[in-house]
């Protein structure tokens, strides 16, 4: 049932290439510059007239929310708030007429984004939900909605349920970018045709596995770690950092790197992993800053690199590739290596890693 691999992490995070083209199949056509969601294209009048998106998610798929949130606003300028739904249900949230709300939720049953629908509802809000498991409580609690299509996720850190998350909301964006008019048409047929080849290029980041298996091998005993990124990658070091400490029991934090100088940078010395997502992107100049600073207090520095970088190589204890590509989709090939990080490192320190201490596969508690 594993697929010859050891855990269902290892099979699911493999299954990513897969996972994201089936969640594209047959929405995506990149040679004829085709991108359709079919519950986007029956309310794509909602989407014009949308004044704010709210996105409303727990956990992993918060951090869908908010890679979804630079992603959505970039392409279709409308202005996206996203927020934990268990704040958002207990604080009298404010939703007026043109407002939609997005939940996103892999299990479909998470009580407390349940909960935000049914209030978001009750206030008269469009709700939209982009769910993994058919039939689920919030896919029937939606209005309308997207699935993705990664199959049954197992093991309780989200993997390809993140991936395929993001994915769907990028063609969500692409599809209302392109109808507004805010996405270039240029822009918008290179992304098809970058979304397109993304399976392949989350194959080429797999194929880093053993030199990842190794570092892994350095960290193991490390009792913190700190994940930075900037921007779109912003999100993935917090993604990164969930997933560290939900399988290894290791505590870790996701920064905005710029955010170091106002306080975590206190933390670092000889002892301090730091692990730093630095394709070659807007603000690289920045981030390869960041590392100097961190290097001069002698931390510890593991960076996601595009194939090909100098800078970042020069300055960094280990590096590891990933292939090149535009800044908005760089989250679902950067999120690659940190979950193969995650999982040797738990796997070393010999934790359950399918099924960590006390934490369920879907919350449906309060
Ligand atoms: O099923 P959901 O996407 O609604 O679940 C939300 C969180 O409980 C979930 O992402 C959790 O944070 C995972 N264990 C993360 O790996």
Known sequence: EKGGFDHFMLKEIYEQPN??????RGRLRADEGIVKLSSVEENLQKFLNADRILIVAC?????????????????????????????FRYRNPIIRKNDIIIAISQSGETADTLAAIKLAKEQGAFVYGVCNVVGSS???????????????????????AFTTQITVLTLMALRIGQAKGTLSRADFHRYLQELDHVPQKVEQALEHNLEIQAIASKYKDAPNCLYLGRGYNYPV???GALKLKEISYIHAEGYPAAEMKHGPIALIDEHMPVVIIAPKQEHYDKIVSNIQEIKARNGKIIAVVTAGDV???????????IPETSDALSPLITTIPLQLLAYHIAVMRGCNVDQPRNLAKSVTVE
Request: no cysteine; hydrophobic share 40%.
């Open 138 to 160: 919030i896919s029937r609690e939606t209005h309308t909605g997207s699935y993705t299509h990664a199959g049954p996720e197992i093991g309780v850190a989200s993997t390809k």
């Open 311 to 321: 800078q970042v190589k020069k300055l960094a204890d280990y590096v590891i590739e």
């Open 59 to 87: 956990g992993t798929s918060w951090h869908a929310g908010l890679v979804a949130e630079y992603i959505l606003e970039e392409f279709t300028r409308i202005p996206v708030e996203v927020e934990y739904a268990s704040e």
């Open 19 to 24: 996972a994201i083209k089936d969640t594209f």
């Open 237 to 239: 070091a917090l993604e």
